[in-house]
C-alpha cells in the first residue's frame, strides 16, 4: 500500500536498509499489483515469482512463457530471480532450465519448526559410510 502511494518515507527506509546490507525482495512478483515500475524506482535486490505461475508450469504454455520472461527481467535489471512454490521435479528442472537462481517450495520442505530444522541440518552434515 505504501509503495502503491509513493510514500517517500517507506522508499526512504526501503533504500536506507539496502545500504545497511539487507537484501530486499519483491514478492509475489507476477501477481496483483506488480508493477514494472517498482523496478526502476525501488531498491530491490531480487524478484520472487508468485508461486500461482508456478502451479501450471508443466501444462499450461502461458504460465511457463510469463515465468520464463520474468526470470529474463530480471537478470536483465540484475536482480535475483526466485522461484516460490515448486511442488515437483518437473517444475524444479524448468526453473533450472531458464536459469532461475533459486527455487523454494514443498518439494524441498514443508515448514518447520526452529528444533526440526536443526535436527534435519545436523542429520544432513552426519558422514555417512
Given at each position: 500500500?505504501?509503495?502503491?502511494?509513493?510514500?517517500?518515507?517507506?522508499?526512504a527506509?526501503?533504500?536506507?536498509?539496502?545500504?545497511?546490507?539487507?537484501?530486499?525482495?519483491?514478492?509475489?512478483?507476477?501477481?496483483?499489483?506488480?508493477?514494472?515500475?517498482?523496478?526502476?524506482?525501488?531498491?530491490?535486490?531480487?524478484?520472487?515469482?508468485?508461486?500461482?505461475?508456478?502451479?501450471?508450469?508443466?501444462?499450461?504454455?502461458?504460465?511457463?512463457?510469463?515465468?520464463?520472461?520474468?526470470?529474463?527481467?530480471?537478470?536483465?535489471?540484475?536482480?535475483?530471480?526466485?522461484?516460490?512454490?515448486?511442488?515437483?521435479?518437473?517444475?524444479?528442472?524448468?526453473?533450472?532450465?531458464?536459469?532461475?537462481?533459486?527455487?523454494?517450495?514443498?518439494?524441498?520442505?514443508?515448514?518447520?519448526?526452529?528444533?526440526?530444522?536443526?535436527?534435519?541440518?545436523?542429520?544432513?552434515?552426519?558422514?555417512q559410510?
Amino acid at each position: 500500500m505504501f509503495i502503491e502511494n509513493n510514500d517517500k518515507a517507506t522508499l526512504a527506509t526501503l533504500n536506507q536498509l539496502k545500504q545497511d546490507g539487507f537484501r530486499v525482495v519483491l514478492d509475489d512478483f507476477g501477481t496483483n499489483y506488480s508493477s514494472l515500475g517498482y523496478l526502476k524506482r525501488l531498491a530491490i535486490d531480487a524478484l520472487k515469482i508468485d508461486r500461482t505461475l508456478i502451479q501450471n508450469l508443466t501444462t499450461d504454455d502461458n504460465d511457463l512463457m510469463l515465468v520464463a520472461s520474468i526470470i529474463d527481467l530480471a537478470h536483465n535489471f540484475n536482480l535475483t530471480a526466485v522461484a516460490e512454490g515448486v511442488e515437483n521435479k518437473s517444475q524444479e528442472l524448468i526453473l533450472i532450465q531458464h536459469g532461475c537462481d533459486f527455487v523454494q517450495g514443498y518439494f524441498y520442505s514443508h515448514p518447520l519448526s526452529l528444533n526440526n530444522l536443526l535436527a534435519q541440518f545436523n542429520a544432513s552434515r552426519k558422514i555417512q559410510p
